[in-house]
């Protein structure tokens, strides 16, 4: 029969069962966690944010490849202008959704509403 060796810290993370060592388990426990009221607040802020930078660069992008030149100041303005305006589209159902997180309504409530007024 052949045994292998552990040191103790991999034993120990190992009986616990999660695979964690304890400095790792600490510093996953300080960070703010999805389910929480902030944590949706920086996920849902987080995507909207990285959405319309998407589509900015998109366009940027588009124009370089497809007409082979920057775009003008006036169009890039332009895009933001209408990236803009197209995300305002989004904002009920963000507020619908936030006043769930911060206990206004109830989160069920704020998640359905939120679907209710997103849906076309």
Wanted: no cysteine; proline share 4%.
């Amino acid at each position: 029969m052949i045994t292998v060796g552990r040191s103790s810290s991999v034993g120990a993370s190992i009986a616990d069962g999660d695979g964690l060592t304890e400095r790792t388990r600490s510093a996953r426990s300080s960070r703010i966690r999805p389910s929480s009221g902030p944590g949706i607040a920086a996920a849902v802020f987080g995507a909207v944010i990285a959405i319309l930078l998407a589509e900015i660069y998109a366009y940027y992008v588009g124009t370089m490849i497809g007409d082979g030149r920057r775009p003008t100041r006036e169009e890039f303005v332009a895009v933001v202008l209408a990236t803009f305006v197209g995300a305002a589209a989004a904002l009920p159902p963000i507020a619908l959704l936030m006043l769930g997180v911060s206990g206004a309504i109830s989160l069920a409530s704020g998640f359905t509403a939120a679907k209710w007024a997103g849906s076309s």
